[in-house]
């Protein structure tokens, strides 16, 4: 009878919300039941007839007695499969809000600009014809910044060493482009471990869009531009400091913060939840935005 409930009677009647079709078959279960075991216990169990006789006064009782006690496995039954079921649905939305995540995840750092490598391709068509040694060198850097982004950027996690390499790459490649552009990349240990720097491992591609954010909106057409990167390492926490000047006039098709810097935020929600703090300060001169996550 317990078999019958959880896996017919539940599965096809009560999940699919036939629920009077589930009641009546109930009933009629406890009640065959019911029947079958007082057959069997009338016809083959002369002991329990004697004791029957002297417990029961009455069939209604009997069955009264029995009746309760299936309707109790019966109830227990099924409140056993619908723990069963909701535990396998509740996995279930866990692995599908996961897949979702991670294919999220995975849209948010597979972003290449096009823009840079549209102008980078066009910078080492010039130089061909003009510096054919520097166009060598930057095909070189190119390179490896798109080996960087189409191999490692698919793993999930690589090391902060390989991740600074790749974002003074990229910043390298944009002083070809640019001669006015100069900028500084440096790496504070804070921590007593000596070693934790070149240990330290995180998901790829978390700061390049605020360096991307740092050059664009510090190009200058008068004057020189400058952005200056900073990691400092301590035993709990990486900061991260992008810093960049503004140009004297604004730049009138930059959009303040950009959709980057919403995918970047997205992104880190994803990967640390409320673990990481974020700040922008704007000023007229300079934008400096300051990232700390933990460790």
């Given amino acids: 009878m317990v078999y019958v409930n959880m896996y017919l009677l539940v599965p096809r009647f009560l999940f699919k919300a036939k629920y009077l079709t589930y009641i009546i078959s109930l009933v009629l279960l406890i009640l065959s039941t019911y029947l079958v075991m007082r057959y069997v216990v009338t016809n083959y169990f002369e002991q329990y007839r004697i004791v029957e006789r002297r417990v029961f006064s009455s069939v209604f009782r009997e069955m009264l007695a029995t009746t309760n006690l299936l309707t109790i496995l019966v ?3 099924t409140s056993i499969k619908l723990f069963q079921q909701w535990a396998r649905d509740t996995q279930r939305i866990n692995e599908l809000e996961k ?83 100069t900028f500084s990349l440096a790496i504070e240990n804070k921590s007593e471990n000596e ?34 990167i900073l990691f400092q390492i301590y035993d709990t926490e990486l900061i991260f400091i ?37 700040k922008i300060e704007d000023t007229e001169r300079n934008y400096t935005a300051t990232l700390t996550l933990p460790i």
């Fill in 75 to 77: 109830f227990s039954s």
């Fill in 99 to 181: 897949s979702s995540m991670q294919l999220e995840l995975k849209e948010l750092k597979n972003q290449i600009n096009p823009h840079f490598l549209f102008n980078m391709l066009n910078n080492v068509n010039v130089l061909v014809r003009k510096d054919p040694e520097k166009a060598s060198m930057t095909i070189l850097k190119l390179s490896d910044f798109l080996r960087y982004q189409l191999y490692d950027n698919n793993q999930d996690s690589v090391l902060l060493l390989s991740e600074i390499q790749f974002l003074k790459d990229f910043m390298e490649l944009e002083k070809i482009r640019r001669d006015e552009f």
């Fill in 195 to 228: 070693d934790l720097v070149s240990q330290l491992v995180l998901p790829p591609n978390l700061f390049i869009t605020f360096i991307e954010n740092a050059i664009k909106h510090s190009v200058d057409l008068d004057n020189s531009s400058e952005v200056n």
């Fill in 242 to 278: 992008s810093s960049n000047t503004k140009p004297s006039e604004p730049i009138q098709d930059c959009e303040k913060g950009g959709l980057g810097l919403v995918n970047v935020k997205r992104r880190l929600e994803l990967l640390y939840d409320k673990n990481f703090d974020l």
